[in-house]
């Protein structure tokens, strides 16, 4: 398989961009500004006492695993 230089470049932007804005988060430690801490926000994860889940986090966790499932699956090479 060969490999396209344009999307090479372009996920390597991605992966810069993405290791700027998560370090930046890391570095500054205000609440809420992660990835991971979005993602247990939407999936209803790791909630203060007291405060609801959100609609349909059953739904967006379910989605969540089901995507999680095909991306292992996709990488090993069985999709």
Do not use: C
């Amino acid at each position: 398989m060969e490999l396209n230089d344009t999307y090479s470049w372009l996920w390597g932007v991605f992966a810069l961009l993405f290791a700027a804005i998560e370090g930046a988060a890391l570095k500054n430690k205000n609440p809420g500004d992660t990835l991971s801490e979005h993602v247990w926000k939407w999936m209803g994860i790791k909630q203060p006492d007291g405060t609801p889940k959100p609609s349909g986090y059953i739904w967006r966790r379910g989605a969540l695993g089901v995507f999680l499932a095909w991306l292992v699956a996709h990488f090993f090479g069985a999709i």
